[in-house]
């Protein structure tokens, strides 16, 4: 029943997030202070870092340390972090009902 109305709510969230961010190739901000980038970006920055051989590997733990960061964020009412959340939880439902 949880999974539905994540379902339901998950698609609403993310064209509210794609609205606010006016695109897939958005830099906002002043002179370098608060530059905020688009997906395409991002995935292609994190392609980059993940091919260089100077990039540390990226360890359980710190995936563990940047989901609780996130997930306290989202508990403190950010919309980013609780969307990030909500997709999390949705994806570990689908794995729950596919069992």
């Known amino acids: 029943m949880l999974a539905n109305r994540l379902g339901r709510i998950v698609p609403i969230l993310l064209l509210v997030a794609t ?3 006016g695109g897939e190739n958005v830099v906002a901000g002043f002179g370098n202070q608060g530059n905020t ?7 292609r920055v994190a392609e980059e870092l993940a091919k260089a ?4 590997a990226v360890s ?3 995936l ?3 989901y609780s960061a996130i997930r306290e964020n ?3 009412g950010d919309p980013k972090a609780a969307l990030v959340l909500l997709l999390v939880a ?3 439902r689908e794995k729950t009902e596919a069992e």
């Open 19 to 21: 609205l606010a961010c």
């Open 37 to 43: 980038f688009g997906g395409e970006e991002i995935a």
């Open 53 to 56: 051989p100077t990039t540390p």
């Open 60 to 62: 359980d733990d710190d």
């Open 64 to 66: 563990r340390a940047v």
């Open 74 to 76: 989202a508990l403190q």
């Open 90 to 92: 949705d994806k570990q």
